[in-house]
């Protein structure tokens, strides 16, 4: 391995912030080949939660708010790497993470055929009911029409290949589909996204239904742009959210939603469930959890993408005509202080 480059991009300190880096901190060997990018998205100190680590690390601070892609985008620029780890703030990196990615680093292994990795993300409370539902259909990696999309709480990126796709699109304003954009452009560009059993990290999920509501609201923010037409797409992807959202405008459709979009979307959920290894009572009821889930994101997004279009976007409600008519998003490193 040449070496690895670590994006980590944070809002300021936490006891999460600290927990991960010092979990990260022991997973990686002295010596090791690795580069840590702490980029602060605002200009909060870090300096305790960076206190005492031992591992390489730089950290940015890039004053305005500007979101998890520029921050992601930032920290690439900042340190050398020939493949891209990118964690999130709110995981705890097991001891062996390290060691066991090593693995995808051959190429002539069984898991070195690949341009995005992404590896297995389990939640910290294994037991909470609204964790496991959390776990199991919101913050994965998701196969659809046999394209993975991956999350980027844990994923390798190959630089060649982030490069060639211009980064992470600095439009989306929070942490909200920047990561299946990315995912989406990397499989118009032919490039190999997949994922792997052999390392995985932990997750903070939500563990009470008030925390459900305000992320499914804040991940609803960003629909105007995960869902514009000119977003590359394809056949069957489209989430049952935006036909719900799209659906409210149309009153006669509303009466059929709950058998058209509904209960396809719960049936699919719950098989998806069901292949985690979860039991049928169990499945049921994370399915149940899900739906206050799916309907609060649907609501927030419909808001959301009505308030774009009367401020006159008119590209929001046509995501089956898109094609890419820009040049995409850029790769360079600006506004911060080092």
């Known amino acids: 391995m040449s070496g690895l480059a670590v ?3 944070t809002r300021g300190d936490s006891p999460r912030l600290r927990t991960m880096l010092r979990s990260l901190d022991a997973a990686v060997p002295a010596g090791a080949p690795v580069r840590v990018a702490l980029v602060v998205d605002g200009d909060d100190d870090v300096t305790d939660a960076t206190e005492g680590l031992g591992c390489a690390l730089t950290v940015l601070h890039v004053g305005e708010r ?61 037991h909470n009911p609204i964790s496991q539902m959390f776990e199991a259909l919101v913050i994965r990696h998701s196969c659809i029409d046999e394209r993975w999309f991956l999350s980027t709480a844990d994923v390798l990126v190959r630089r060649d290949a982030f490069e060639r796709l211009g980064g992470f699109d ?8 920047e990561d299946w954009d990315l995912c989406r452009r990397a499989h118009t560009a032919g490039l190999t996204v997949t994922v792997s059993d052999a390392f995985h990290v932990l997750h903070w999920n939500p563990t009470h239904p008030r925390d459900l509501v ?25 989430e049952p959210v935006v036909r719900l959202a799209r659906t409210i405008r149309q009153p006669v459709r509303v009466l ?32 149940a959890l899900n739906l206050p889930w ?31 008519e820009d040049g995409g998003p850029q790769l360079e490193a600006r506004g911060a202080t080092i």
């Open 294 to 324: 799916f309907l609060t994101y649907a609501a927030a997004s419909y808001r959301a993408l009505r308030a774009h279009e009367r401020a006159g976007s008119g590209v929001l409600l046509r995501v089956r005509e898109g094609v890419v």
């Open 214 to 238: 305000s992320r499914a609201t804040r991940y609803a923010a960003s629909s105007p742009l995960r869902f514009a037409s000119w977003r590359p797409r394809f056949d069957g992807t489209e």
């Open 170 to 177: 600095e439009r989306f304003p929070d942490a909200a589909g």
């Open 66 to 126: 500007r979101g998890p892609a520029h921050a992601r985008n930032l920290g690439v620029a900042s340190i050398p790497g020939d493949v891209i780890a990118f964690l999130d703030d709110d995981v705890v990196v097991p001891s062996t993470w390290f060691r066991d990615l090593l693995p995808a680093f051959d190429p002539e292994g069984a898991d070195g055929d690949w341009d995005l990795l992404g590896g297995g993300i389990r939640s910290v409370h294994p």
């Open 256 to 287: 059929l939603a709950p058998i058209t979009v509904l209960l396809p979307n719960l049936l699919g959920r719950y098989h998806n469930v069901r292949r985690r290894g979860h039991g049928r009572p169990r499945a049921l009821l994370l399915v």
């Open 7 to 9: 994006v980590i991009p």
